[in-house]
């Protein structure tokens, strides 16, 4: 007997001393208040002392970086515990191993705080973490913070995805779940104490009951249990659920298998080898989309990956060791920013990374150090590490550490063809009448991707003429070179076109469209000039609104910077790169010609910016001081702020920088006197992470700014209140996100006519808006996300082009009647705070408001939804008082469905409550193609009723429903979860689509339907289905994910044999399965086996090349594994 078996060549995560360090640094600036998540007491007499109002449950942290998406995590995982049970033992145990292998995990330190006034933080970083892990010991009830820990669990579970994975330390899950033990007595002492109404005691089991049916570690039942070695186990399946890779490709790609299956087989894909390769070729024949689409197909088999974009032009920028810090931030899942050079960063990737097994794509490298920089020793790297180079250089991979390189191939006619049409005719092929021009375009882009899709956007909706005129130039151009094909596109620009071009090619990839669209003069209708260079395909605006460009075309635009100049930096219109920038100001003192200028702090160099560095600037539009870094150090923010406060050393410098647009200053120096700039034409002023107040002596100054568009006061820490904001009428763009001490907005916010977008989102101390809101008659986005704003000002009604309102994670209880009547809004989503917010009335008028399409309300007491308008797409409504369906069956524009509603602890037939059908309406909505239902209520489905012909995926939560709908052969995904009622499955061979199949807590059903010609089923999971007898015979060839979890009746495993395409198969809880019979496929690389007692036999391993992790624990009886492990 033993208690666990791991396969050796399973991955291991490694004891990282350094990452504790790095952790308990991280705390420390979380409680200086950067970051104000912090612990709690144990004591709930303690964490009852304060204000109610100190209580609230949320107080969300603020992303650090300027650009960072104010959806991101701060923690990776949360771990509930009752202190006095199993602080000092397993959680530190536990906790040590999480933060040693790069998991940023939340466990709190009893001498932080107590009392009510960090409760609230404590909510919110469960809200933060991505994985939630209750540690249930014995007295875990009797604490009422770690049940009102798990009631949010448990919410932001059915919300937001969240993941929970418990473990029952001291106590059965059966205890937990039924409340019986110490659990019972808990519950008896909180009613006796009456401090806690009915309906949060019933919140509090039914959570405990919910979580007691997951997936779970039972320690109390392991034999010899070693806490310790748990502990690291335990680490390890939190490191795989964490894991996510995936590389957005164009949705113009066109399949290229010739080379990925090449490369595949060159990379040892499905293999132990440690692989180092490298893809070579020109400029734009589309090595970095065949890398991408190769590092998504290993992905899956990795825990630890990196992607490094764009090396080349990176390492120019902020250095190579900047890279390096993302490169070891990455794989350890840990933020890293203690890399200062080089040298230092390559020893630390050998020291932080050695031996782990990592998937690394480095993209576009043009030296070769820089592989040796960011890889290293080949005897560095973990067995069975990939690591793929793209680069135009085929010189830096003729070097011992890489083992083969591929030189990708120009794309074939015909796959040339298919890209080309995608472009120019939105289509697949030519239009009828432009079969011969295509050719000619064939043969002129010679299978460059990027030629093709230039010049196709080039010529889509011209007439032939323009096609005749354009094929003549490219024809004419003897040997041309990629930039000479693409140069054609540029001179077909406009003087405007061109002149934001060379803007976007020079400096703004990266940036959000809807502010650089500010940086031109209105005059030249920037925006328009936009969407012809979107249209031509020399520019593209991402899924995050951010403007995007290939680095051909960037380094087209920057050469035609270089030739104006004749190569001389001091005559050049853009200087882009920070080092040259400073030699500009060092050697030359500026020149009118420079237009476009960005500076840093330079360690080595120490260089201090003067007066005379800007006298000669009198034509710059653009002006960038970059803080490279924002953890700096007490030093090192000094020599920041003294490098920059002494700009100028007269009395009268009003006139510096008499054309400055734009001005982005982050951790400006609050002594800087802003004034000494010629501020009269900015309109993008960005100051954010500095350190100013509200008293700064720069707001007055600034008042000289009438034309500004942008200002961007992201994360100013220190910021309590806003400046007045009378003098910036034309003001459109307002960023406060994640001013963590900001308490009020000034009123004269309200005089701004023009303002569009209103960013307060992780303003954790902001309970307000200004009463006359309503005033900002031009806006269109408002975000008061993660603040504490309870009350909306009734004037919000008065917001008529308002089109989208974020308002999730705020403790609010009412929406003004006259929100819903705003006839411009799009989208509204509300998440109450609580977990039953107060009565909610959803207005009559709303249906009048024909441009809604998503809404999205949660956590409110429901009880009737009136008719909706027909715009609305998606619709996600979530209560616990609502009895019956509502009408719908107007919203034929529906995509997405979720409705639940009922709640759980009500009894249908013993509370004499009517028994409601799916409703027939539900099969009319033709558009529909996401259907979630989770309704106590529903009991029955007409024999008759279809499902939409589009749906997708089906989710039912209907424990009182006793048999399915007509399921519709488009449908992909099905989930059937504590459907108790639900007696037969019926007939899925219709079901022709169906990939995911999940099937949880089904109580009556017998038998599964025949899934044999379920050709496209990739994962199978069968979960506390206690009747059921066995797994159907014939499994499908398509399987890939085979999970079956707490099968009591399970005795007999089928013969996976022939199954060539299964990657994964978990067994857990099978308590009287005896043996799995035949062989496993090779293709297997996942086995998991968990609390099997009678499991007595398992296939021989040994041929099972490919098998990469074996985990078997709690199988009491399995004494022996036949065979050697591979």
């Given at each position: 007997?033993?208690?666990?078996?791991?396969?050796?060549?399973?991955?291991?995560?490694?004891?990282?001393?350094?990452?504790?360090?790095?952790?308990?640094?991280?705390?420390?600036?979380?409680?200086a208040?950067q970051?104000a998540?912090?612990?709690r007491?144990?004591?709930?007499?303690?964490?009852?002392?304060?204000t109610?109002e100190?209580?609230?449950?949320?107080?969300?942290?603020?992303?650090?970086?300027e650009?960072?998406?104010?959806?991101?995590?701060?923690?990776?995982?949360?771990?509930?515990?009752r202190?006095?049970?199993t602080?000092?033992?397993?959680?530190?145990?536990l906790?040590?191993?999480?933060?040693?292998a790069?998991?940023?995990?939340?466990?709190?330190?009893?001498?932080?705080?107590?009392?009510?006034e960090?409760?609230?933080?404590?909510l919110?970083?469960?809200?933060?973490?991505?994985?939630?892990?209750?540690?249930?010991?014995k007295?875990?009830?009797?604490?009422?913070?770690?049940?009102k820990?798990?009631?949010?669990?448990?919410?932001?579970?059915k919300?937001?995805?969240?993941?929970i994975?418990p473990?029952?330390?001291?106590?059965?899950?059966?205890?937990?779940?039924?409340?019986i033990?110490?659990?019972?007595?808990?519950?008896r002492s909180?009613?006796?104490?009456?401090?806690?109404?009915?309906?949060?005691?019933?919140?509090?089991?039914?959570?405990?009951?919910?979580?007691?049916?997951?997936?779970?570690w039972?320690?109390?039942?392991?034999?010899?249990?070693?806490?310790?070695?748990?502990?690291?186990?335990f680490?390890?399946?939190?490191?795989?659920?964490?894991?996510?890779?995936?590389l957005?490709?164009?949705?113009?790609?066109?399949?290229?298998?010739?080379?990925?299956?090449?490369?595949?087989?060159?990379?040892?894909?499905?293999?132990?080898?440690?692989?180092?390769?490298?893809?070579?070729?020109?400029?734009?024949?589309?090595?970095?989309?065949?890398?991408?689409?190769?590092?998504?197909?290993l992905?899956h088999?990795?825990?630890?990956?990196?992607?490094?974009?764009?090396?080349?032009?990176?390492?120019?920028?902020?250095?190579?060791?900047c890279?390096?810090?993302?490169?070891?931030?990455?794989?350890?899942?840990?933020?890293f920013?203690?890399?200062?050079?080089t040298?230092?960063?390559?020893?630390?990737?050998?020291?932080?990374?050695?031996n782990?097994?990592?998937?690394?794509?480095?993209?576009d490298?043009?030296?070769?150090n820089?592989?040796?920089?960011?890889?290293?020793?080949?005897d560095w790297?973990?067995?069975g590490?990939?690591?793929?180079?793209?680069?135009?250089n085929?010189?830096?991979?003729?070097?011992?550490?890489?083992?083969?390189?591929?030189?990708?191939?120009?794309?074939?006619?015909d796959?040339?063809?298919?890209?080309?049409s995608?472009h120019?005719?939105?289509?697949?092929?030519?239009?009828?009448?432009?079969?011969?021009?295509s050719?000619?375009?064939i043969?002129?882009?010679?299978?460059?991707?990027?030629?093709?899709?230039v010049?196709?956007?080039?010529?889509?909706?011209?007439?032939?003429?323009?096609?005749?005129?354009?094929?003549?130039?490219l024809e004419?151009?003897?040997?041309?070179?990629?930039?000479?094909?693409?140069?054609?596109?540029?001179?077909?620009?406009?003087?405007?076109?061109q002149?934001?071009f060379?803007?976007?090619?020079?400096?703004?990839?990266?940036?959000?469209?809807?502010?650089?669209?500010?940086?031109?003069?209105?005059?030249?209708?920037?925006?328009?000039?936009?969407?012809?260079?979107?249209?031509?395909?020399?520019?593209k605006?991402a899924?995050d609104?951010?403007?995007?460009?290939?680095?051909?075309?960037?380094d087209?635009?920057?050469?035609?910077?270089?030739?104006e100049?004749?190569?001389?930096?001091?005559?050049?219109?853009?200087?882009?790169?920070?080092?040259?920038?400073l030699?500009?100001?060092r050697?030359?003192?500026?020149?009118?010609?420079?237009?476009?200028?960005r500076?840093?702090?330079?360690h080595?160099?120490?260089y201090r910016?003067?007066y005379?560095?800007?006298?000669?600037?009198s034509?710059?539009r653009?002006?960038?001081?970059?803080?490279?870094?924002?953890?700096?150090?007490?030093?090192?923010?000094?020599?920041w702020?003294?490098?920059?406060?002494?700009?100028l050393?007269?009395?009268?410098?009003?006139?510096?920088?008499?054309?400055l647009?734009?001005?982005?200053?982050?951790?400006i120096?609050?002594?800087?006197?802003?004034?000494?700039?010629s501020?009269e034409?900015?309109?993008?002023?960005?100051?954010s992470?500095?350190?100013?107040t509200?008293?700064?002596?720069?707001?007055?100054?600034?008042?000289a700014?009438k034309?500004?568009?942008?200002?961007?006061?992201?994360?100013?820490?220190?910021?309590?209140?806003?400046?007045?904001?009378?003098?910036?009428a034309?003001?459109?763009?307002?960023?406060?996100n994640?001013?963590?001490?900001?308490?009020?907005i000034?009123?004269?916010?309200?005089?701004?006519?023009?303002?569009?977008?209103?960013?307060?989102?992780?303003c954790?101390n902001?309970?307000?808006?200004p009463?006359?809101?309503?005033?900002?008659?031009?806006?269109?986005?408002?975000?008061?996300?993660?603040?504490r704003?309870g009350?909306?000002?009734?004037?919000?009604?008065?917001?008529?082009?308002?089109?989208m309102?974020?308002?999730?994670?705020?403790?609010?209880?009412?929406i003004?009647?006259a929100?819903?009547?705003?006839?411009?809004?799009?989208?509204i989503?509300?998440?109450?705070?609580?977990?039953?917010?107060?009565h909610?009335?959803?207005?009559?008028?709303?249906?009048?408001?024909?441009?809604?399409?998503?809404?999205?309300?949660?956590?409110?007491?429901?009880?009737?939804?009136?008719?909706?308008?027909?715009?609305?797409?998606r619709?996600e409504l979530?209560?616990l008082h609502?009895?019956?369906?509502?009408?719908?069956s107007?919203?034929?524009?529906?995509?997405?469905?979720?409705?639940?509603?009922?709640?759980?602890?009500?009894?249908?037939?013993?509370?004499?409550?009517?028994?409601?059908?799916?409703?027939?309406w539900?099969?009319?909505?033709?558009?529909?193609?996401?259907?979630r239902?989770?309704?106590l209520?529903?009991?029955?489905?007409?024999?008759?009723?279809?499902?939409p012909?589009?749906?997708?995926?089906?989710?039912?939560?209907?424990?009182?429903?006793?048999?399915?709908?007509?399921?519709?052969?488009s449908?992909?995904?099905?989930?059937?979860?504590e459907?108790?009622?639900?007696?037969?499955?019926?007939d899925?061979?219709?079901l022709?689509?169906l990939?995911?199949l999940?099937?949880?807590?089904?109580?009556?059903?017998e038998?599964?339907?025949?899934?044999?010609?379920?050709?496209?089923?990739?994962?199978?999971?069968?979960?506390?289905?206690?009747?059921?007898?066995?797994?159907?015979?014939?499994?499908?060839?398509?399987?890939?994910?085979?999970?079956?979890?707490?099968?009591?009746?399970l005795?007999k495993f089928?013969?996976?044999?022939?199954?060539?395409?299964?990657?994964?198969?978990?067994?857990?809880?099978?308590?009287?399965?005896?043996?799995?019979?035949?062989?496993l496929?090779?293709?297997?690389?996942?086995?998991?086996?968990?609390?099997?007692?009678?499991?007595?036999k398992?296939?021989?391993?040994?041929?099972?090349?490919?098998?990469?992790?074996?985990?078997?624990?709690?199988?009491?009886n399995?004494?022996?594994i036949?065979?050697?492990l591979?």
């Amino acid at each position: 007997m033993f208690e666990y078996f791991w396969l050796p060549c399973m991955v291991t995560v490694a004891a990282v001393a350094l990452s504790a360090i790095l952790f308990i640094e991280f705390l420390k600036k979380k409680r200086a208040g950067q970051i104000a998540v912090e612990g709690r007491a144990d004591s709930d007499s303690a964490r009852n002392k304060g204000t109610t109002e100190s209580a609230d449950p949320t107080s969300t942290s603020p992303p650090l970086n300027e650009t960072a998406t104010s959806s991101g995590y701060d923690y990776e995982v949360f771990l509930s515990f009752r202190g006095p049970d199993t602080r000092s033992g397993f959680t530190d145990f536990l906790y040590t191993s999480l933060v040693d292998a790069g998991i940023r995990a939340f466990k709190d330190d009893e001498d932080l705080r107590v009392g009510e006034e960090f409760a609230s933080e404590l909510l919110q970083a469960i809200k933060q973490s991505k994985i939630s892990i209750p540690i249930f010991s014995k007295g875990y009830a009797s604490s009422v913070w770690c049940l009102k820990e798990l009631a949010q669990m448990v919410e932001c579970k059915k919300t937001g995805g969240q993941k929970i994975m418990p473990i029952f330390y001291d106590v059965a899950p059966s205890e937990v779940r039924r409340q019986i033990g110490g659990y019972g007595e808990a519950f008896r002492s909180h009613v006796n104490k009456k401090r806690y109404d009915e309906e949060t005691m019933r919140e509090w089991k039914a959570a405990l009951e919910e979580v007691s049916f997951l997936n779970g570690w039972d320690l109390q039942s392991m034999p010899n249990r070693k806490e310790g070695e748990f502990a690291r186990k335990f680490t390890q399946k939190v490191f795989s659920e964490l894991k996510k890779a995936y590389l957005a490709v164009s949705a113009c790609f066109v399949s290229v298998d010739n080379h990925a299956n090449a490369i595949m087989k060159m990379v040892g894909a499905g293999t132990s080898e440690t692989k180092i390769i490298g893809i070579h070729g020109m400029g734009g024949i589309g090595k970095t989309t065949i890398a991408k689409v190769i590092y998504n197909k290993l992905s899956h088999d990795f825990e630890n990956f990196c992607f490094l974009p764009d090396i080349r032009e990176r390492s120019k920028g902020k250095g190579i060791q900047c890279l390096q810090n993302q490169l070891v931030s990455d794989i350890l899942k840990v933020q890293f920013m203690n890399i200062k050079d080089t040298d230092q960063g390559t020893q630390t990737i050998k020291d932080r990374l050695f031996n782990k097994r990592v998937l690394i794509l480095l993209d576009d490298v043009e030296e070769g150090n820089h592989i040796d920089a960011l890889v290293g020793k080949r005897d560095w790297l973990g067995k069975g590490s990939k690591i793929i180079i793209t680069t135009r250089n085929k010189d830096i991979l003729e070097v011992p550490e890489v083992d083969c390189s591929y030189e990708l191939s120009c794309m074939n006619p015909d796959q040339s063809l298919q890209l080309f049409s995608k472009h120019a005719f939105r289509k697949d092929y030519p239009l009828d009448g432009y079969i011969d021009q295509s050719k000619r375009v064939i043969a002129i882009a010679g299978g460059l991707p990027l030629t093709l899709e230039v010049i196709g956007s080039l010529l889509c909706r011209t007439k032939k003429e323009k096609w005749d005129l354009t094929l003549g130039k490219l024809e004419n151009v003897p040997h041309a070179t990629v930039q000479s094909k693409l140069r054609i596109s540029y001179d077909a620009l406009d003087i405007r076109q061109q002149h934001i071009f060379l803007d976007v090619a020079c400096l703004l990839i990266g940036y959000d469209k809807d502010i650089v669209v500010h940086f031109w003069d209105e005059s030249k209708y920037p925006e328009d000039a936009m969407e012809v260079l979107q249209n031509m395909c020399l520019i593209k605006i991402a899924e995050d609104n951010k403007v995007w460009m290939h680095d051909q075309l960037r380094d087209l635009g920057r050469d035609i910077v270089r030739q104006e100049s004749a190569m001389k930096i001091k005559k050049q219109s853009r200087v882009w790169d920070p080092n040259e920038g400073l030699d500009l100001l060092r050697k030359y003192k500026g020149n009118k010609e420079v237009e476009v200028l960005r500076l840093k702090l330079d360690h080595q160099r120490q260089y201090r910016f003067t007066y005379e560095d800007f006298e000669n600037l009198s034509n710059l539009r653009f002006l960038e001081l970059d803080c490279p870094k924002e953890d700096f150090r007490a030093e090192e923010r000094l020599l920041w702020h003294e490098s920059t406060s002494n700009v100028l050393s007269t009395n009268d410098n009003s006139n510096l920088l008499p054309q400055l647009r734009w001005l982005s200053w982050c951790d400006i120096p609050p002594t800087f006197n802003i004034a000494n700039f010629s501020m009269e034409d900015v309109v993008i002023l960005n100051i954010s992470r500095s350190e100013i107040t509200h008293d700064w002596k720069g707001w007055s100054h600034m008042k000289a700014i009438k034309n500004l568009k942008v200002m961007n006061l992201r994360c100013c820490s220190y910021l309590e209140r806003t400046p007045i904001f009378s003098a910036h009428a034309n003001l459109e763009r307002l960023i406060l996100n994640g001013c963590s001490e900001l308490v009020e907005i000034d009123g004269s916010i309200c005089q701004l006519k023009c303002l569009t977008c209103l960013d307060v989102r992780f303003c954790q101390n902001l309970r307000r808006l200004p009463n006359e809101l309503g005033n900002l008659e031009s806006l269109i986005e408002l975000d008061i996300a993660f603040t504490r704003i309870g009350e909306l000002p009734d004037s919000m009604g008065n917001l008529k082009n308002l089109k989208m309102l974020e308002m999730a994670f705020i403790p609010i209880s009412k929406i003004p009647d006259a929100l819903w009547t705003i006839e411009k809004l799009e989208e509204i989503d509300v998440v109450n705070r609580g977990f039953d917010g107060g009565h909610l009335n959803i207005d009559n008028c709303i249906y009048r408001n024909q441009s809604l399409k998503i809404l999205r309300l949660m956590s409110f007491q429901i009880y009737a939804v009136p008719k909706l308008p027909e715009s609305l797409i998606r619709l996600e409504l979530h209560t616990l008082h609502m009895k019956m369906f509502p009408d719908l069956s107007n919203l034929t524009n529906l995509t997405k469905l979720d409705l639940v509603f009922g709640r759980p602890d009500d009894d249908v037939k013993s509370n004499g409550l009517v028994e409601y059908p799916i409703p027939r309406w539900i099969g009319n909505l033709t558009k529909l193609e996401s259907l979630r239902l989770d309704c106590l209520y529903v009991t029955t489905s007409p024999t008759d009723i279809s499902l939409p012909p589009q749906l997708k995926s089906l989710n039912l939560k209907c424990p009182n429903l006793r048999h399915l709908p007509r399921l519709s052969s488009s449908l992909s995904s099905l989930n059937l979860y504590e459907c108790y009622s639900l007696c037969s499955m019926g007939d899925l061979s219709d079901l022709e689509n169906l990939q995911e199949l999940e099937l949880e807590n089904l109580q009556q059903v017998e038998k599964l339907p025949d899934l044999s010609n379920s050709n496209k089923l990739r994962s199978l999971r069968v979960r506390c289905c206690g009747n059921l007898i066995e797994i159907p015979g014939e499994l499908p060839q398509s399987l890939e994910k085979l999970g079956i979890d707490s099968w009591r009746s399970l005795r007999k495993f089928p013969n996976l044999s022939s199954l060539m395409g299964l990657r994964e198969v978990s067994i857990d809880g099978c308590d009287n399965l005896v043996e799995i019979e035949g062989e496993l496929p090779q293709s297997l690389k996942t086995l998991k086996i968990y609390s099997c007692e009678s499991l007595r036999k398992l296939p021989n391993l040994s041929s099972l090349m490919g098998l990469r992790e074996v985990s078997i624990g709690l199988c009491g009886n399995l004494v022996n594994i036949h065979g050697e492990l591979p």
